[in-house]
């Protein structure tokens, strides 16, 4: 796929230029970052919003929009004949400057001395909230701000700017997505075929990664491979498949231009679920739909998780691990036992949309503050939706030991959960799908070209 024409990155300054109205935007590029020693580096990302207004995928390099100035500079080196000799011959930066629109290339020992003449004629300086200890550093050094400091000192203009423009995909954008996320279901595809006994996690995560690597394309995230996916995030692979157990895979893509994909799945590891676990699985298929269901433009994203874990404490009813009403049940935040984590996230150049902002901003309307009980507190997404959102629709279902002990030992939502009951199920581990959507100007639409494996039927005939 192409990459984007010089006019998308001029349009995306121009538009940023008049929503701040003035100062002077200060964008600092990601560097190499040295896993043991500087020459043997971590896999280079360059910064999101950096990649969204300048392009420049490569490490070393800051810009700046100088508004009252009407001036946009890239301050970055060219290579040495020594950095040529090891690394190769690259355009020059005012080469690789000049497809994103920009004319005006500086060494980056430059950026110093503009901005601190920026600042004494008294411009603002509008940054963001750094996530890298060398920002930490190289901001103390530009602005003379502490690091401790350096978040809330951030420009909220800026943010509000950035995060309102990201939020809104294009359709140029929605096409890299959509790229994304067909590697990313071939990914899946891989998992469902390798997965059986006797295998190991990391045979199938290598399984996962070979097959996006040879499609020109890197994970977005570290895949999670797993039988213990009552653990959400687990990243280690040190298991062995058995006979009985559900595998739980949640891994993406992002393609050349770094918009991601975020896709879960899971699957028996024998041909077929138990009669226990094809019953959980079909109640969380139920509560997916209950959430895809509520999506359309103006309907807040809470409203969706808060509908699917409405459909979770009534199937939990039904199998007699809850009692009450389902809807207060959900409500009151009782469904979280089996929940714990958000509906889904906002997704674009980050797996996470612009997290590194503050989800605050991103996942929630202006003066409506996020939760902090357990389960909402975790709802990254709850704004009303608007057309052009693209964002992951992940509920699962877990059945977590140690969660499940300490709120019996509590007493919490007695009124709720049936803990006498729930004993015998503390081993079942935990199971979810995640697909990716998009608003449009009249409903919702799942992303991706080729279809993820939902229903049972799917399921064992993806694994063949
Ligand atoms: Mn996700």
Known sequence: MKPFSKETYIQRRAELKKRVGNGLLLFLGNGEVGMNYADNAYRFRQDSSFLYYFGGDYAGLAAVIDIENDKEIIFGNELTIDDIVWMGYQPTIKEKSEVVGIYETRPLGDLDSYVKQAQ??????HFLPPYRGEHQVWLQELLGINP??????ASVTMIKAIVDMRNHKTPEEIEHIE????VSVDMHLAAYREVRPGKTEAQIAAAVEQTV??????????????TKGQ???????MNTLQD??????DAGAEDPLHYAGDLSSSMPVSEKFTEQQAMI?????????AAVDTLAPGVPFKQAHLNAATVLCEGMKEIGLMKGDPKEAAYSGAYAIFFPCGLGHMMGLDVHDMENLGEQYVGYPEGVKKSTQFGFKSLRLARPLEPGFVFTVEPGIYFIPELIDKWQAEKQFTDFICYDKLDAWKGFTGLRNELDYLITEDGARVLGHKKKPMTIEEVYAAKG
Do not use: V, W
């Not at 401790?148 to 000192?153: L, S």
């Open 213 to 226: 690597m040879s499609q020109d394309c890197f994970r977005s995230f570290p895949t999670i491979a797993t």
């Open 148 to 153: 401790a400091e350096q978040a809330a000192k």
């Open 120 to 125: 004494a004629k008294g411009q603002t300086i």
């Open 244 to 249: 009985g157990d559900i595998f739980l895979l």
């Open 281 to 289: 699985y079909n109640l969380h298929l139920k509560t997916f739909q």
């Open 179 to 182: 790229a994304a996320i067909d």
């Open 231 to 237: 653990t959400l995030h687990q990243h280690a692979f």
